[in-house]
């Protein structure tokens, strides 16, 4: 895991001061080595945070044997020790014992097809002196980032957009069309452009070649494909096949040469994990984990946010070294710029400052976490699928009419307040100026969704938070249940395997009795790492938001109207409204407009 950057220009050298201070500004991902490789018109950079083989053959870029193949690279290849030994069979040698040359080694063998083989989370720039061409290419879910962009003749790519801003034309203005659709809907890395005008990101499952650097069209490696069949797989088998996926998939993502521990917010997929990880313990004492696994969590003396009753339970179960902490209004306030910064680009809600309190907590005691991202979207983990599941029921009236009553006796509280929620964020987006764009992410039937919400509406923007919350404390993050084969399998299993009679993660909870507490297994909530949002918005960060909504600089926005937003606002600190998240998100506009744009222009 690691921080990379690079320059490509059409004509003349690359600008070693260019690529040093790109370099610089991903210092936080990579804090135990640097390097860079410069060669006419490119320049390559490294920022290291050593896992897999620590010593110095490892460090990167790296080379091939003859020098014509020149890596930068950023994620784990978990399946790097069996392409070693089908490679070594090929004829070829290896130096290290590092995944980074197995990459090398595999695009040796195989060209740009080699990504297809790799089972793990990646962004990497191979430059090819043959070809004279960079072969980009990035996993299939995009848990790893790559941004780029064109600027005088220049291709420039980095693992963060803060580095690309280096050079002084890059991301000179907002994206309004982006920054529009974060704005009304709290969705980003949605598409190929960001919130920077002229700041691009390389789709996920997508490779790129960059010629005398002008990039050609991304092009797909993977697609995933979810069916729509309603009925069909035999529970058992479902189940247990599900369950050996996990298993395998958490195997490989506990190879490591640095302490590994477990994110545990005590719902039922880091639950899961972490259950998981004590079998393996067991069967094979990985030597990254020890005796006893370390897990990090998340708690509030809040009961409504709380979920320590869950995390006692599973400690109790599996006997980790629970290591736990609580994120509090204060810390936020002095933590919350930076926080802006880290991310790039303004997030959805307070929710994420709960796991980059994890993520420090973890950082003092490992440098991998597991995590459980990526199972809601792919199991219809929330409860606001079930309308999409209903719709896919409309050709069969007795099984819609089954699971429309027994979703609505579930989840009845769940219902009765989206109703409200839906009410208050369309009035909000009132606030904004402009037009505002349409993008619904529950239209349509369950597959539809499901679809959406892993390549464009949710899963993305939680990669992208994750991805930053960890990396700020030197701290890679792993999340099995996006091994590409579990994604596979799942989107292959019919739809009653998701939800039925208004359970979600049917075929997981399956697979996971007897492995869990069934306290946790039969959980019907959803939290995961939350903030009291609501509660600090109305008391401890109110004297922020006045500040704020008052300020000169946030009344000549052109996004929205300054007196209407500072009036709803009072309207819900004084209890004659409910909560939306659109007003933070304003709020949190705002900060990153200072942050990445009026400061940069004070400094001209």
Same mark, same amino acid.
């Given at each position: 895991?690691?921080g990379?950057?690079?320059?490509?220009?059409?004509?003349?050298e690359?600008?070693p001061?260019?690529?040093?201070?790109?370099?610089?500004?991903?210092?936080?991902?990579?804090?135990?080595?640097?390097?860079?490789?410069?060669?006419g018109?490119?320049?390559l950079?490294?920022?290291?945070?050593?896992?897999?083989?620590?010593?110095?053959?490892?460090?990167?870029?790296m080379?091939?044997e003859?020098?014509?193949?020149?890596?930068?690279?950023?994620?784990?290849?978990?399946?790097?020790?069996?392409?070693?030994?089908?490679?070594?069979?090929?004829?070829?040698?290896?130096?290290?014992?590092?995944?980074?040359?197995?990459?090398?080694?595999?695009?040796?063998?195989?060209?740009?097809?080699?990504?297809?083989?790799?089972?793990g989370?990646?962004?990497?720039a191979?430059?090819?002196?043959?070809?004279?061409?960079?072969?980009?290419?990035?996993?299939?879910?995009?848990?790893?980032?790559?941004y780029?962009?064109?600027?005088d003749?220049?291709f420039l790519?980095?693992?963060?957009?803060?580095?690309?801003?280096?050079?002084?034309?890059?991301?000179?203005?907002?994206?309004d069309?982006?920054?529009m659709?974060?704005?009304?809907?709290?969705v980003?890395?949605?598409?190929p452009?960001?919130?920077?005008?002229?700041v691009?990101?390389?789709?996920?499952?997508h490779?790129?070649?960059?010629?005398?650097?002008?990039?050609?069209e991304?092009?797909?490696?993977? +697609?995933?494909?979810?069916? &729509?069949?309603?009925? !069909?797989?035999?529970?058992?088998?479902?189940?247990?096949? $599900? =369950?050996? %996926?996990?298993?395998?998939?958490?195997?490989?993502r506990?190879?490591?040469?640095?302490?590994?521990?477990?994110?545990?917010?005590?719902?039922?997929?880091?639950?899961?994990?972490?259950?998981?990880?004590?079998d393996?313990?067991?069967?094979?004492?990985p030597?990254?984990?020890?005796?006893r696994?370390?897990?990090?969590?998340?708690?509030?003396?809040?009961?409504?946010?709380?979920?320590?009753?869950y995390?006692?339970?599973?400690?109790?179960?599996?006997?980790?070294?629970?290591?736990?902490?609580?994120?509090?209004?204060?810390?936020?306030k002095?933590?919350?710029?930076?926080?802006?910064?880290?991310?790039?680009?303004?997030f959805g809600?307070l929710?994420?400052?709960?796991?980059?309190?994890?993520?420090?907590?973890?950082?003092?005691?490992?440098?991998?976490?597991? +995590?459980?991202?990526?199972? &809601?979207?792919?199991? !219809?983990?929330?409860?606001?699928?079930?309308?999409?599941? $209903? =719709?896919? %029921?409309?050709?069969?009236?007795?099984?819609?009419?089954?699971?429309?009553?027994?979703?609505s006796?579930?989840?009845?509280?769940?219902?009765?307040?989206?109703?409200?929620?839906?009410?208050?964020?369309?009035?909000?987006?009132s606030?904004?100026?402009?037009?505002?764009p349409?993008i619904?992410?529950?239209?349509?039937?369950?597959p539809?969704?499901?679809?959406?919400?892993?390549?464009?509406?949710?899963?993305?923007?939680?990669?992208?938070?994750?991805?930053?919350n960890?990396?700020?404390?030197?701290?890679?993050s792993?999340?099995?249940?996006?091994?590409?084969?579990?994604a596979?399998y799942l989107?292959?299993?019919?739809?009653?395997?998701?939800?039925?009679h208004?359970?979600?993660?049917?075929?997981?909870?399956?697979?996971?009795?007897?492995?869990v507490?069934?306290?946790?297994?039969?959980?019907?909530?959803?939290? !995961?790492?939350?903030?009291?949002?609501?509660?600090?918005?109305?008391?401890? %960060?109110r004297?922020?938001?006045?500040?704020?909504?008052?300020?000169?600089?946030?009344?000549?926005?052109?996004?929205?109207?300054?007196?209407?937003?500072?009036?709803?606002?009072?309207?819900?600190?004084?209890g004659?409204?409910?909560?939306?998240?659109?007003?933070?998100?304003?709020?949190?506009?705002?900060?990153?407009?200072?942050?990445f744009?009026?400061?940069?222009?004070?400094r001209?």
């Open positions: 895991m690691c990379i950057a690079g320059i490509y220009k059409t004509t003349g690359a600008d001061s260019l690529l040093k201070t790109m370099s610089s500004r991903l210092a936080h991902r990579g804090p135990d080595g640097e390097g860079t490789y410069l060669q018109s490119v320049g950079a490294h920022r290291r945070l050593s896992i897999i083989d620590l010593s110095d053959l490892a460090a990167q870029p080379a091939n003859d020098e014509t193949l020149w890596l930068v690279f950023n994620g784990e290849i978990y399946n790097y020790r069996e392409l070693r030994e089908d490679l070594l069979r090929a004829g070829h040698a290896f130096r290290s014992q590092t995944d980074s040359e197995v990459i090398l080694h595999a695009y040796e063998e195989w060209g740009s097809e080699c990504v297809k083989r790799f089972n989370m990646w962004a990497f191979i430059y090819d002196l043959k070809e004279d061409h960079l072969f980009c290419s990035r996993d299939r879910f995009g848990i790893k980032p790559f780029y962009t064109i600027v003749g220049t790519f980095a693992s963060e957009i803060k580095a690309l801003l280096a050079h002084p034309e890059v991301g000179k203005r907002p994206n069309t982006r920054l659709d974060y704005l009304a809907w709290g980003l890395d949605h598409t452009e960001t919130m920077f005008e002229g691009f990101q390389l789709p996920p499952a490779s790129m070649v960059v010629r005398q650097g002008v990039p050609k991304p092009t797909p490696y993977w +697609d995933l494909r979810i069916s &729509d069949a309603l009925t !069909g797989a035999d529970d058992r088998s479902a189940a247990d096949r $599900l =369950r050996a %996926l996990l298993l395998d998939a958490v195997r490989l506990l190879r490591s040469d640095v302490p590994v521990g477990t994110c545990l917010s005590g719902g039922i997929d880091s639950s899961t994990i972490t259950a998981l990880i004590n393996l313990i067991r069967q094979e004492a030597s990254s984990v020890g005796g696994q370390k897990t990090f969590s998340a708690c509030y003396p809040d009961g409504r946010f709380d979920e320590s009753r995390i006692d339970e599973v400690v109790r179960a599996t006997g980790v070294d629970a290591h736990r902490t609580s994120p509090d209004p204060e810390a936020l002095q933590d919350l710029e930076r926080l802006v910064h880290l991310q790039d680009e303004p809600s929710s994420i400052y709960a796991q980059y309190r994890v993520m420090a907590l973890a950082g003092a005691h490992v440098k991998v976490v597991l +995590d459980g991202q990526g199972a &809601d979207e792919q199991l !219809g983990g929330y409860i606001g699928y079930i309308v999409p599941y $209903l =719709r896919s %029921l409309k050709a069969h009236p007795l099984a819609l009419l089954c699971e429309g009553v027994c979703g006796y579930r989840h009845r509280g769940f219902f009765f307040d989206a109703k409200k929620q839906i009410a208050a964020r369309s009035e909000r987006r606030l904004l100026r402009g037009a505002i349409s619904d992410r529950y239209s349509g039937t369950l539809e969704v499901l679809t959406r919400e892993i390549r464009s509406t949710n899963l993305p923007s939680l990669l992208h938070y994750e991805d930053r960890s990396m700020a404390f030197g701290v890679e792993r999340v099995p249940f996006l091994d590409y084969r579990i596979e989107a292959s299993l019919p739809l009653d395997q998701k939800i039925r208004g359970v979600t993660k049917h075929v997981l909870r399956q697979a996971i009795r007897g492995l507490p069934e306290n946790i297994r039969c959980r019907m909530d959803k939290m !995961g790492f939350v903030t009291p949002e609501e509660v600090w918005m109305r008391e401890e %960060l004297p922020l938001m006045e500040d704020i909504l008052a300020s000169d600089r946030f009344r000549a926005r052109p996004y929205w109207d300054a007196d209407l937003v500072r009036r709803s606002y009072l309207a819900y600190v004084e004659q409204v409910t909560y939306s998240p659109e007003i933070w998100r304003i709020v949190c506009t705002e900060i990153w407009l200072r942050t744009f009026d400061r940069r222009e004070d001209v």
